[in-house]
C-alpha cells in the first residue's frame, strides 16, 4: 500500500468514527423515548388499577407491570455483545407476557392479550433479536399471525376499550419502527467498519510479508555474495600457492634464465587462459575441445599443423585445471622438441568418452612427421606433470611413449555420467 | 648458528593439488627431510600412513572440498604432530579444538613452514 492510500484510509476511517459517535447518540435518545413512553404507560394502567379496581382489574395490573418490565429490558438489554444472553431475557419476558396477559384477557373478556403480545413481539424483534434473516422471517410470520388475531379480537370489543388499548400503544410501536431502524442501520455502519479494519490489517499483512520476504532474498544475496567471496579468495589463494610451486619448479628445470623465463611464461599463460575461460562459464567447466583448442591452439602454426578432433563431453572446473596443465605440458614439449618444432610435423588429438558403469574420458596426443624422438634421459617437471598429475589429482591414467614417428600419449581421465 | 635441517624426518604430505604438493615435497627433500607419501585424498593419506610411520604430516585443510579434519583427529589420537596448510577461509573448517595447530597460508614460505616442523619433531622427540 502506498503512502497516500494509507493515509486516504485513517481519513475515511475517522469520517465513520464521527458517523458512529452520531449514530449512536440518535439510538441512545431513541432509546430514551421509547422508555420514557413504556414508563408512562405502564403508570397509567397501574394508576387505573388503584383509581378504578372495578374496571378490568388483571388487566390493567397485567399491562402496568408488562410495560414496566419491557421499558426495563429495552433500557439494560441492548448491549449488542450479550446478545445470547439479552436473547434468552427478552424471550422470557415475552413468555411471562403471554401467560400473564392471557390469563388476564380471559378472565376480562376483551382484546388486551393479543395487543400485549402484538407489542412485545415486536420490541423483543426490533431490539434484541439476532440481525439474521431466518430469525426476522420467524418474527415477521409470529407477528403478522398476531396482529390478525388483534384485529379479529378488537372488532368485537366495546368501543372504548379498543381506543384506550390502540391509544396507548401507537405510540410504542411507531418508536419501535424507528428504533429497529436505527438499530439496522448501527449494525450495517459496525459491519462495514469491521469489514474495512479486517482489509487494511489484510493489506498490512501482505505488505509485512512481501517486506520480510525483501529481506530474506536480500540476506540470501548477500550470503551468496559472501560465499562467492570466499570462494575467489581460495581460488586466488590456490592460484598463488600453484603459481609460486610452477615458478620453484621451473627454476629448478632450468639450464639458464631465458629458458626459465620462456618455459614459466608459457605455463602462466597457460594457466590464466583456463582461467579467463573458466571465469567466462562461471566456472562451471568446459567442453573437452574448448579446452583443447584454448590450450594447444596457440602452437599451431599453420592450419594444418594441429588437427583436433574431439566430442563434447563437459570437464569440470577442478579437471579443467589439471588436464589443461597436462595437455600444456604435451603442446610446449611438441613445440620445442617435436612435431609442432618443424614445419611439416603434424599433431592430432582426438578424443571419445566411454561409459562402462562409470563415465571414462579417452583422449589421444598423436605426433608425425617431425623430427625422430627418443625416451629423454632427463624427467622435467613437464614430464613429471603429464605423466603424474592426472593420476594424482583425479585417478586418471597416462600413457606416454616416444616412439620414432612421435610422441604418443594416451590420457584417460573419469568424468561424470553428465555430459552438456 | 646451524642450519636448518629436516634430516631423519619422515613426513607426510597430504594436499590435493599436485603441482603444490611436488614443490612441497622438493622443498622438504632440500632440507634434507623424507618424504614417505603425497596423498591427493584422506583414502591414500590413511594407506600411507598405515605403510609408513610417519614423524610429522602437513594438511590442505580443504581437499577438493572435502575437510581433512578425520584425518587430523586421527594423527592426533596417534600422537604424530601435524601442521595446516590454508588457502583464505578456510579456517571455518577446522573445529575449535583444532584451531590451535600451526597454520601456514598459502602459499608458503619455506623457512617458516620448516621451523615449524623442525619445532613439533622436537617436542615430539624431547
Not at chain 1, 87 to 99: D, K, S
Not at chain 1, 135 to 154: C, D, H, K
Not at chain 1, 331 to 341: M, P, R
Request: net charge neutral; charged share 20%.
Amino acid at each position: 500500500m502506498s503512502r497516500s492510500e494509507g493515509n486516504r484510509a485513517t481519513e475515511r476511517s475517522g469520517a465513520e468514527t464521527l458517523g458512529e459517535n452520531q449514530e449512536q447518540i440518535l439510538l441512545e435518545r431513541a432509546r430514551l423515548g421509547i422508555v420514557l413512553i413504556m414508563a408512562g404507560i405502564a403508570v397509567v394502567f397501574v394508576g387505573a388499577y388503584f383509581l378504578h379496581p372495578d374496571q378490568r382489574p388483571y388487566i390493567n395490573l397485567v399491562q402496568g407491570i408488562n410495560f414496566v418490565v419491557g421499558a426495563v429490558a429495552l433500557r439494560v438489554l441492548h448491549d449488542s455483545t450479550r446478545r445470547a444472553f439479552n436473547f434468552a431475557i427478552g424471550y422470557g419476558v415475552y413468555v411471562v407476557t403471554i401467560v400473564a396477559a392471557g390469563t388476564a384477557g380471559v378472565l376480562a373478556g376483551d382484546a388486551t392479550t393479543p395487543l400485549i403480545i402484538f407489542v412485545g413481539l415486536s420490541v423483543i424483534t426490533a431490539t434484541l433479536l439476532p440481525w439474521s434473516p431466518w430469525w426476522q422471517a420467524l418474527s415477521v410470520l409470529v407477528i403478522t399471525a398476531t396482529a390478525i388475531w388483534m384485529v379479529s379480537t378488537v372488532i368485537t370489543t366495546p368501543h372504548l376499550y379498543w381506543v384506550q388499548n390502540v391509544g396507548s400503544i401507537a405510540p410504542t410501536l411507531v418508536a419501535t419502527v424507528f428504533i429497529s431502524a436505527a438499530l439496522q442501520r448501527q449494525r450495517a455502519v459496525v459491519e462495514h467498519a469491521e469489514r474495512d479494519r479486517c482489509s487494511r490489517e489484510a493489506s498490512l499483512r501482505t505488505a509485512n510479508a512481501r517486506l520480510e520476504q525483501e529481506i530474506q532474498e536480500h540476506q540470501r544475496t548477500e550470503e551468496a555474495l559472501r560465499f562467492a567471496m570466499r570462494e575467489l579468495d581460495h581460488r586466488v589463494k590456490n592460484t598463488l600457492a600453484t603459481v609460486q610451486s610452477v615458478a620453484d619448479q621451473t627454476l629448478r628445470g632450468a639450464k639458464s634464465v631465458s629458458d626459465f623465463r620462456e618455459a614459466f611464461a608459457g605455463r602462466i599463460q597457460a594457466l590464466a587462459r583456463i582461467h579467463i575461460a573458466l571465469a567466462g562459464r562461471r566456472w562451471e567447466g568446459l567442453r573437452v575441445s574448448d579446452l583443447i583448442e584454448l590450450v594447444v591452439g596457440p602452437y599451431r602454426h599453420d592450419r594444418e599443423s594441429v588437427s583436433i578432433d574431439c566430442d563434447e563431453t563437459f570437464v569440470s572446473s577442478e579437471l579443467v585445471r589439471v588436464l589443461g596443465m597436462t595437455l600444456h605440458e604435451l603442446a610446449t614439449n611438441a613445440a620445442k622438441h617435436g612435431a609442432l618444432s618443424t614445419k611439416a610435423g603434424r599433431v592430432t588429438i582426438s578424443s571419445s568418452t566411454a561409459a562402462n558403469g562409470a563415465s571414462r574420458l579417452h583422449i589421444r596426443w598423436s605426433e608425425r612427421d617431425g623430427p625422430p624422438v627418443s625416451t629423454p634421459t632427463y624427467r622435467g617437471f613437464g614430464m613429471t606433470l603429464i605423466e603424474e598429475a592426472l593420476a594424482y589429482e583425479v585417478n586418471g591414467r597416462v600413457a606416454l611413449q616416444f616412439q620414432g614417428g612421435g610422441v604418443r600419449c594416451e590420457i584417460e581421465v573419469p568424468v561424470p555420467l553428465t555430459s552438456a | 648458528m646451524t642450519a636448518l635441517s629436516l634430516a631423519g624426518r619422515t613426513i607426510l604430505i597430504v594436499e590435493d593439488n599436485f603441482v603444490v604438493a611436488t614443490a612441497l615435497k622438493y622443498l622438504i627433500d632440500g632440507y634434507g627431510g623424507s618424504v614417505s607419501a603425497m596423498a591427493p585424498n584422506l583414502e591414500r593419506a590413511y594407506e600411507a600412513l598405515a605403510a609408513t610411520p610417519v614423524d610429522i604430516a602437513v594438511l590442505d585443510i580443504n581437499l577438493n572440498g572435502t575437510s581433512v579434519v578425520p584425518l587430523a583427529d586421527h594423527l592426533r589420537a596417534q600422537g604424530v604432530p601435524f601442521v595446516f596448510l590454508t588457502g583464505y577461509g578456510d579456517e571455518e573448517l577446522l573445529p575449535p579444538h583444532l584451531r590451535g595447530q600451526p597454520r601456514f597460508d598459502k602459499p608458503v614460505e619455506a623457512e617458516r613452514l620448516v621451523r615449524a616442523l623442525l619445532d613439533l619433531t622436537a617436542m615430539n622427540r624431547g
